[in-house]
Nanobody, 124 residues
Framework: VQLVESGGGSVQAGGSLRLSCAAS????????MGWFRQAPGKEREGVAT???????SYADSVKGRFTISRDNAKSTLYLEMPSLKPEDTAMYYC???????????????????WGQGTQVTVSS
């Protein structure tokens, strides 16, 4: 399993970024995928998840603002991040659930595979 994030960068508050996660080494479409983030000095936080049936879940801090999606044909996970705020500054990680999850998956599900992360910095 390999997960490679891209799309991070530095933007001003109110700006937008689109993160991508290219997956390989397994059947992408069958697994729940998630985005997580960790700011310096803080614990890792779940951001959003999307299951094989495209059902999604979001952290309250990003609900209504970020959008998680997946392109199974390209084995790629996305996170659209408009209206960025300084508090969104963090390293963002893509992750795959350890096991196939039927039905609803959330950031509390078991994620055993992780990418190396991509940095997002939002200045005020």
């Amino acid at each position: 399993v390999q997960l490679v994030e891209s799309g991070g960068g530095s933007v001003q508050a109110g700006g937008s970024l689109r993160l991508s996660c290219a997956a390989s080494g397994y059947t992408f479409r069958t697994y729940c995928m998630g985005w997580f983030r960790q700011a310096p000095g803080k614990e890792r936080e779940g951001v959003a998840t999307i299951n094989s049936d495209a059902t999604t879940s979001y952290a309250d801090s990003v609900k209504g603002r970020f959008t998680i999606s997946r392109d199974n044909a390209k084995s790629t996970l996305y996170l659209e991040m408009p209206s960025l705020k300084p508090e969104d500054t963090a390293m963002y990680y893509c992750a795959r659930a350890t096991f196939i999850i039927g039905g609803y998956c959330s950031t509390r599900s078991d994620f055993g595979y992780w990418g190396q992360g991509t940095q997002v910095t939002v200045s005020s």
